[in-house]
DNA sequence: TCAGAAACAGAATAGCTATTCTGATTAAGT
DNA sequence: ACTTAATCAGAATAGCTATTCTGTTTCTGA
């Protein structure tokens, strides 16, 4: 009886994450989501509750699109120490890119939002956490291997990639060149080497 | 002739940087600003310029704060690895101490206002080169005292470890433990030993 | 003492924001 | 074809924002 929706949630939520990540929450206005999916208001509020509400699933939608693009490659037996150095590469050249000004949804929502909204800072400490435990094993494996050194601590040394990346991205974000962040990461690995 | 101003700039500026700090450009508001320092509209606009100058000058203020608070030690003769250590260990201090939600107005500058800013960008590249140059002479100064491996670069380490105290800054505002933040440190230090 | 220039507190303005509301539109089931 | 309930585009609302304006107060120099 009733009329079907005009637009699909999934790729509406994932251009709604493209906005977000660049912009951040507070500068990125229901009106740029309006333009940027085509979506009247009724429908984002209608399927996905409030801006705030919005955010939430933006955010587990770009943890989980990032988790398969990325971070599932260091799960499979055989992860090597370049496998975590291909993760930074691209998330490097990501950051590069000139067509567009590329964010993080973790950083943003960390500086944002994570002191004053309890819940979201729940989340974002589960979704951390995932991206360090995916480094852990993936160096974990190349340690088996023999790329990382006998004495490193594989879950504080997944925790440091975690930071490192961040830092990565707010670098990036003012325009350091990628030599530059090419450079960091080069720094970073060498300290884990065997 | 004139009547006196009933307010200190440099201390009303050392509170809009606190603010600022940690809560960031955008959800920082003038009235936000006329309440903390006690100064009125017309005294901000009249000494400071618009919000954004006054941004501008308060994210100078905190580098300078920061540079003779930190990161001075590093450039004497003698620095050591101990001393880059200290430096993070009162970051990450700061970043656990519950009164208050510190922050890091570099990364509020490069989420919020970098991409969008040229002139502002250009000025935070200058600091952040700033930060990374003394974490770069100090490693030096390390390196001669046989703390650091001689085959560690130390420009690109010192740029590694700027971008890894971002990373804390993040963390911490994800309400990770102090542990977890030492762990990191510790990490990040070991893979630079001689 | 007094003139005057600058600083003050706070009202006024203009514009943007998230959210809700409204009347028109759509498409399915009967 | 008609009913019906949900969807739509966009107007309306309420509240916040940065900035400017206004009338008053204050202090300094003559």
Not at 17 to 27: H, P, Q
Not at 33 to 52: E, H, M, P
Not at 69 to 76: G, I, Q, T, V, Y
Not at 166 to 183: H, N, Y
């Amino acid at each position: 009886m009733n009329r079907a929706r005009a637009f699909d949630p999934s790729t509406a939520l994932g251009q709604v994450v493209d906005l977000f990540a660049s912009k951040g929450y507070s500068e990125t206005s229901m009106e740029d989501i309006v333009q940027a999916t085509g979506v009247s208001r009724y429908g984002l509020y209608g399927t996905f509750g409030n801006k705030r509400e919005l955010f939430e699933q933006a955010l587990e939608q770009y943890a989980e699109g990032m988790g398969k693009r990325s971070f599932l490659r260091l799960l499979e037996p055989g992860a090597s120490l370049d496998h975590i150095r291909s993760i930074f590469e691209e998330r490097v050249a990501d950051m590069c890119s000139p067509d567009q000004n590329k964010g993080c949804l973790f950083i943003h929502t960390a500086m944002e939002l994570a002191p004053q909204d309890e819940e979201l800072r729940g989340v974002l400490q589960r979704l951390m956490k995932r991206m360090s435990k995916a480094f852990s094993i993936g160096l974990d494996s190349a340690k088996g291997r023999g790329e990382v050194g006998k004495d490193v601590d594989v879950d504080a040394a997944g925790e440091m990639l975690t930071s490192t990346m961040f830092g990565l991205v707010v670098l990036g974000r003012t325009g350091f060149p990628k030599k530059t962040l090419d450079a960091i990461v080069d720094s970073m690995l060498n300290g884990l080497k065997a």
